[in-house]
């Protein structure tokens, strides 16, 4: 028996062979960085190269949820829309019924909530994508950072990547270099970093996003984003220099 043809049906050694493929559709998308700091959480995107004569500004891989809310995916663009439209409604929903803004855990237990639906019914296939996604934990109003996956589970994270061949690599590179209590700056720097190690092209091929506390988000200029690259290069140039042996 063909067992990744029905959603519906487990293997005999207890996988839903098409939850694992969605996992694939991930691992083929842009990487997504994710880094919370003392006041701020800092998503990081590797832009895919774009067509000559094709709008960039057109493709987009950070999305505005609520006004304190941002989104970040890797994997499928066509599900990723489907998926971040019903949030924004949800928010909204949220906001009209109890005249507040929705909490980060509770839009990311809700786009959990439906990934998983469409892992468990006949006739439908799992999201394509994973998410991450930031916004204000209610008690301080500070933000928070959230994954989801295809699979429909959701758990908050300090730092954490999606996406790409390189995921599981970056993720020890974060566990070694992440520290508690980074500021912007250092946050920023940290998230770039990581995303130096899959692109080539520097901050042509980055999209950076920061949510501070209080909800204020702001999308880094690719002049700020390549003066981080140019200062981390310097950094590497001259690490070599050292490690290089006297004449």
């Known amino acids: 028996m063909s067992y990744d043809r029905a959603i519906t049906v487990f293997s005999p050694d207890g996988h839903l062979l098409q939850v694992e493929y969605s996992m694939e559709a991930v691992r083929?998308?842009?990487?997504?960085?994710?880094?919370?700091g003392k006041d701020c959480v800092v998503l990081a995107v590797e832009k895919r190269a774009t067509a000559k004569l094709q709008d960039d500004r057109t493709i987009r891989k950070i999305f505005s949820i609520d006004d304190s809310t941002v989104l970040a995916f890797?994997?499928?663009t066509a599900d990723a829309r489907v998926l971040i439209d019903r949030v924004r409604v949800e928010a909204q929903s949220y906001r009209l019924i109890m005249e507040d803004a929705p909490s980060a855990e509770y839009l990311a237990r809700f786009v959990?909530?439906?990934?998983?639906?469409?892992?468990?019914?006949?006739?439908?296939?799992?999201?394509?994508?994973?998410?991450?996604?930031?916004?204000?934990d209610p008690p301080n109003q500070r933000p928070v950072l959230y994954q989801t996956?295809?699979?429909?589970?959701?758990?908050?994270?300090?730092?954490?990547?999606?996406?790409?061949?390189?995921?599981?690599?970056?993720?020890?590179?974060?566990?070694?270099?992440?520290?508690?209590?980074?500021?912007?700056?250092?946050?920023?720097k940290l998230a770039v970093q990581a995303l130096m190690e899959v692109v080539d092209s520097g901050a042509k091929t980055m999209e950076v996003c920061v949510v501070r506390t209080g909800g204020k988000r702001e999308m880094l200029s690719e002049s700020v984003v390549q003066s981080t690259v140019q200062v981390l290069e310097q950094e590497q140039q001259a690490a070599q220099q050292q490690q290089q042996p006297a004449e």
């Open 28 to 36: 083929r998308g842009s990487t997504v960085v994710g880094i919370q």
């Open 74 to 76: 890797a994997g499928l």
């Open 112 to 136: 959990a909530e439906i990934q998983q639906k469409y892992t468990q019914r006949g006739g439908v296939r799992p999201f394509g994508i994973a998410t991450l996604l930031t916004g204000l």
């Open 149 to 188: 996956d295809p699979a429909g589970t959701h758990s908050r994270w300090k730092a954490q990547v999606i996406g790409g061949n390189n995921a599981k690599s970056l993720r020890e590179f974060l566990e070694k270099q992440y520290t508690a209590d980074l500021d912007e700056a250092a946050a920023v």
